[in-house]
T-cell receptor, first 114, second 112 residues
Framework: AQSVAQPEDQVNVAEGNPLTVKCTYSVSGNPYLFWYVQYPNRGLQFLLKYITGDNLVKGSYGFEAEFNKSQTSFHLKKPSALVSDSALYFCAVREGSNTGKLIFGQGTTLQVKP | DTAVSQTPKYLVTQMGNDKSIKCEQNLGHDTMYWYKQDSKKFLKIMFSYNNKELIINETVPNRFSPKSPDKAHLNLHINSLELGDSAVYFC???????????FGNGTRLTVT
């Protein structure tokens, strides 16, 4: 069965510093991976996805993610964090079937301090 | 214009009641979903419809019944509400099952 794990409940960074939010996955077959962000009292917003191609995927709001097949990881990164990036981040993997079903990680709260 | 809209935003009700949550999307998407987010923020899919056809039906109690009158709407009806149903319910849509999801802002259901 497909699964994703986000090993950190919370990540704290100072504004202007680089940030990384970690995600590892377990799939049979080729992984379809996604990152979403959730602000308080809002729905999730799509940030980026990896289907095939370049291992470095660029997304919205200056975020990028690096797909690493050997380490089965898909970490979210940003070179310079903003206070407004503070939110809950979810990594997700699409289940192998053609149903669009996403399996979400447990979420990581990003706290960016001024 | 809101792309995926849910009503109501908040729903407080007593155990045993029946309630509905409505969802509409104006994106022209073919696929719609219901997800449940529990108190620990864990997200789990409940149902998915593609072109009004049910394609995902997770192990959800049969007290929960989705209804899709057309491609733009996917409503969720819940019978005999229980305390454990308290959660935030998110509607979402996508162009097709392989496209990114667009989420509504959620309905916070509290069962007392």
């Amino acid at each position: 069965a497909q699964s994703v794990a986000q090993p950190e409940d919370q990540v704290n960074v100072a504004e202007g510093n680089p940030l990384t939010v970690k995600c590892t996955y377990s799939v049979s077959g080729n992984p379809y991976l996604f990152w979403y962000v959730q602000y308080p009292n809002r729905g999730l917003q799509f940030l980026l996805k990896y289907i095939t191609g370049d291992n470095l995927v660029k997304g919205s709001y200056g975020f990028e993610a690096e797909f690493n097949k050997s380490q089965t990881s898909f970490h979210l990164k940003k070179p310079s964090a903003l206070v407004s990036d503070s939110a809950l981040y979810f990594c997700a993997v699409r289940e192998g079937s053609n149903t669009g079903k996403l399996i979400f990680g447990q979420g990581t709260t990003l706290q960016v301090k001024p | 214009d809101t792309a995926v809209s849910q009503t109501p935003k908040y729903l407080v009700t007593q155990m045993g009641n029946d309630k509905s949550i409505k969802c509409e999307q104006n994106l022209g998407h073919d696929t719609m979903y219901w997800y449940k987010q529990d108190s620990k923020k864990f997200l789990k899919i409940m149902f998915s419809y593609n072109n009004k056809e049910l394609i995902i039906n997770e192990t959800v109690p049969n007290r929960f019944s989705p209804k899709s009158p057309d491609k733009a709407h996917l409503n969720l009806h819940i019978n005999s509400l229980e305390l454990g149903d308290s959660a935030v319910y998110f509607c979402a849509s996508s162009q097709n099952p392989n496209s990114p999801l667009h989420f509504g802002n959620g309905t916070r259901l509290t069962v007392t």
